[in-house]
């Protein structure tokens, strides 16, 4: 089964960046894959103002359109977010998202498989175009007795190696979702730091989300519906984080005890029924439907990770905007300083947090 992703929560392929460049040592028939994906992708895309006077699009649908360079243009000059020439076409053949993507870890740890690439390092995820090369893929780790998960991916970046489309489906959309996506797609390009895929995936969930809220904010108002929207969209993504942190306390407890193999799966299945009784009590404290899809298809380790891999960190996160006055730009500058000093930023912060 495929596992249903709203928003971004399976959105980045940027090892599509270094598998393109810097194929050679990948797997040859991923690579390959990767490739003519992309080239598809950026090759039938068409510029956005062709698109604006095209007869392709619906009015609710270039309307949300030509709200993309007032996006880009706020993220760039309000937040710090990198100028690039993302975003200036648009992918007309298909109003599904655009990515396949797969996870996988052991059935007894809390850790995800990564995958080596140049450029990137390892990634915690794979991408794909094509939903039976992913199927492919997961029955070749499960025979590997591991856990796997697929998902969507509504949006992905190429970390400025190449000139990245917008997908139809971001315009099919909520003008929240779409600023949220691209504010998380620009942070990726900005800072992305090899190798440590919570941390980026965590970065770019944080300013998404409240960069989403301060455009909103600064452009309808704070009393606006969708500014409204937003400020729930934040305080649910802080209850599910707190979820998310029961979870792993748990499960943890039972894959580092002294119990056998057996014992463990046997007792992680309680947990997962569990954790979705309890996720049924937190559904009525949430606001928004960015978690509707939660538990939709049978838990297991890589499914958690993967939600873990955007969500996990947003305390941590956000305690650190807070120390920066909520701006945004200056957290960023703080995790680039700091990423020239430190190796594991996650532990860095923590460490700065509490001193």
């Known amino acids: 089964m495929v596992a249903k992703s709203s928003k971004v ?4 392929c940027a090892c599509l960046a270094a598998v393109l460049v810097f194929g050679a040592g990948c797997r040859a028939g991923y690579v390959m894959h990767a490739a003519v994906g992309q080239i598809r992708l950026v090759s039938s895309a068409v510029p956005i103002d062709d698109a604006l006077s095209g007869s392709a699009l619906s009015a609710s649908q270039k309307e949300r359109l030509a709200l993309v360079s007032k ?12 100028q690039t020439s993302n975003y200036q076409t648009i992918y007309l053949g298909s109003d599904q998202p655009p990515l396949y993507t797969l996870a996988a870890a052991p059935r007894d740890r809390l850790t995800l498989v990564t995958w080596w690439f140049p450029v990137v390092g390892r990634m915690p995820y794979l991408g794909f175009f094509d939903l039976d090369k992913a199927r492919e893929e997961s029955r070749r780790l499960m025979e590997k ?3 796997v998960v697929i998902g969507r991916a509504d949006a992905y970046s190429t970390l400025g190696w190449f000139r990245d489309p917008l997908t139809l489906n971001l315009i099919h959309g909520s003008e929240l979702d779409l600023v949220e996506t691209i504010f998380h797609e620009m942070t990726h390009t900005t800072l992305y730091l090899k190798g440590q895929g919570a941390f980026n995936e965590g970065l770019a969930q944080i300013i998404g989300k409240r960069g989403a809220l301060q455009f909103l904010e600064r452009t309808l108002g704070p009393s606006h519906p969708l500014t409204l929207e937003a ?3 934040v305080e649910d993504e802080r209850l599910f984080a707190s979820f998310l942190v029961s979870v792993f306390e748990k499960l943890e407890q039972v894959y580092r005890s002294s119990l056998s193999l057996e014992e463990k799966l046997a007792k992680r299945e309680a947990l997962f029924l569990h954790f979705l009784e309890a996720f049924e009590l937190l559904k009525d404290r ?3 439907q960015t978690f509707a899809h939660f538990g939709r298809i049978p838990l297991n380790n890589a499914y958690i990770m993967a939600f873990a891999l955007y969500h996990r960190n947003y305390p941590l996160f956000e305690a650190v905007l807070e120390r920066h006055q909520g701006s945004i730009r200056e957290m960023l500058l703080f995790f680039q300083d700091l990423s020239r000093k430190e190796g594991d930023l996650l532990a860095a912060a923590g460490k700065w947090l509490r001193e």
């Open 9 to 12: 929560y399976f959105s980045v």
């Open 231 to 233: 400020e729930d969209a």
């Open 71 to 82: 996006i880009k243009e706020f993220g760039e000059k309000e937040l710090g977010l990198k």
């Open 286 to 288: 949430l606001k928004t």
């Open 145 to 147: 007795d591991l856990d």
